[in-house]
């Protein structure tokens, strides 16, 4: 019976990215130089690198395998310190880890792979191999002390009998003495005994067995390491002999040091960037994949579950009952029955949205490596500081938040951090800082990219918006002008990099951030620094709000932005010669903002004293709504104006109520700047 592999990829590709992270992650620190204090961070490389490159194997991405065992043994030897880490050895790790990422990328997705780059890379580490490193020129010394490191060399009997069912798992014992060929000189004897006649042969049955000696420096635990996935389908017996055995007369000792050019039995050739079609999975994105989730939360949705099958039965045990018996009795039970019902729903709901928390550090670990690549390219020193990365937030946002993130920590460290010597200059650290922080305030995620750098020059971008035409408010404010920097096309760079240009892309930054129902702040201060904001809801799928009626029309006002609501008093109400009307709320003016008016609909009649105004506060300023009536408050289930219409000025979403009607979510934050 054959085992279809494929169900297991996509747990393949995952597992395998996290370890390309973790590799990343500890290659970029600089303490892991110094290996002599660092060593079970070079195991945990190692590891992370040994399991990708297993995997790989038996999944059928025999690119991805041979490509990673050159980074397996540079890894090995650093470990076993016979290399030393240098810096260029760990550009070129970083390298072999984007050249990992993309081949699985392009295999996942079926997209072209820069074969020249990786091949380019394989050479690389095939050079640097080659090569002897101080840790290994000091330990090999000169021809005498090569005798000695012989001499001392451990001698290994490994007896190694698969289970009949190993190769239709895709292991391959081919790979196995491939890798244990890289720790010493190896000989082995077959054992076909347990063949069986051609006509009964299963072509996915192991029938063979063998005895290794293996010859070198390796230890017990490296030598494990080359059979732990197999562990469990074979028998295996290691011992360490003191003297070479005799070869017997049946047997022929073969030395396998070509293993890995060798075909393997179960895989058929592969071409970089391609698998069989057999093993081929669906096109996936990364807005697809899946979301790994702690134990605890999944036995709380199953307790939860547990509670909504007893509130069921009450329900309908009281629906069973006659109508003659249905008295106040069965009507209160009915009532606790549906109160039940409603907390564990609003339960449930909770625990649904936290399986689809991340916390985000999965975008805030991909930034390091940007830092340093881009810093060393521009010739500048930036110190990254990142606060708040526990934070969780709604995995649909967090993955549209990597575009819009990178984008502006390229464009700070490209046009808003100096140069060593002008940082100097200036009276500043010759190292500039870049600081990301994460946060959460009230109902929303709070995420700031600042810097120490130049800042903005503000006659610039005036001069700028006038040369193309820009309209400016008259005695505009610092925040109107910067603003300007996320218009189209919009840059004051003297040059245009291939890097960022500051405003170059940032108004899809805006846009990107807007489509989250975000908003995007700016904040800065000639040559001390700019401070960017990006303020996100929590969830795009649900939200606690207060529905009010305007006219015929319910709308739902966000919780997080009701200070307070009331029915104002005529003596409180003062108009402004040619800019409306304001609401005196204890001795702040706070702007009346007729929702009728705003969406064009039918007048009520009524006056503003007759009604209710709610009040409510952005990031900027506050305002005062005026409605009807208020109606209820509940949690509603976000939709898409936009996907389904169209984006309206005022609206972030809308929702279905219980009765059927739509109701407009307001977007309190651009009602706010409107008026």
Known sequence: MSIDLSQFVQAFLDESFEGLDLMESELLDDEILDTSRNGERINTIFRAAHSIKGSAGTFGFGFVSEFTHGVETLLDQVRGGRRELTEDARAL?????????????????????????????????DALLATKSGAAAAAAGDGSAKQSAAS??????????????????????????????????????????????FGELEP?????????????????????????????????????????AAASSGAAATDVSSADDEPAATEPALAAGTRPDRRRTPDRRSDSGSIRVAVEKIDHLVNLVGELVISQAMLETIARADVDEFDVVHLERLRQGLAQLERNTRELQEAVLGVRMIPISFVFSRLPRVVRDLAARLGKEVDLVLEGEETELDK??????????????????DHGIEKPDARERAGKPRAGTLKLR?????????????DDGAGLNRERILAKAAERGLPVPENPSDRDVWQLICKPGFSTAEQIT???????????????IESLNGRLEIDSTQGQGTRMTIRLPLTLAILDGMSVRVGDEIFIVPLTAI????????????????????LNLRGDYVPLVSLSDVFHLPSSGKQVEDGIVVVVESADDRAALCVDELIAQHQVVIKSLETNYRRVPGISGATILGDGRVALILDVDMLTQMH
Not at 102 to 122: K, N, Y
Not at 157 to 176: C, K, M
Request: negative net charge; proline residues 5%.
């Open 93 to 125: 790790l970083l390298e072999a880890v984007d050249r990992i990422r993309e081949m699985l990328i392009a295999a996942r997705d079926g997209s072209p792979l820069d074969r020249d780059a990786v091949e380019q890379t394989r050479h690389a580490i």
């Open 152 to 197: 001392g060399a451990a001698r290994w009997r490994i007896r190694f009998s698969p289970h009949r069912s190993l190769l239709a798992t895709g292991n391959d014992p081919l790979r196995i003495f491939g890798y244990l060929r890289d720790l010493g000189t190896l000989e082995l004897r077959c054992d076909d005994s347990a063949l069986p006649r």
């Open 204 to 244: 996915e049955s192991c029938y063979l067995s063998w005895t290794l000696e293996l010859t070198g420096p390796a230890r017990e635990a490296q030598v494990r390491e080359a059979f732990e996935w197999v562990e469990d389908q074979c028998d295996l017996e290691i011992g360490r002999i003191d003297a070479p």
């Open 396 to 413: 649909g946002v967090i993955e549209k938040l990597v575009d819009p993130l990178t984008h502006m920590v390229r464009n700070a460290i």
């Open 438 to 450: 994460a946060a959460h305030q009230g109902g929303n995620i709070v995420i700031e990219i600042s």
């Open 498 to 512: 291939d890097v960022s240009g500051r405003g170059v892309g940032m108004d899809v930054v805006r846009q990107n």
């Open 563 to 582: 200070l307070e609501s009331l029915q104002p008093r005529p003596e409180q109400l003062y108009t402004i010669s040619g800019r409306g009307r304001v």
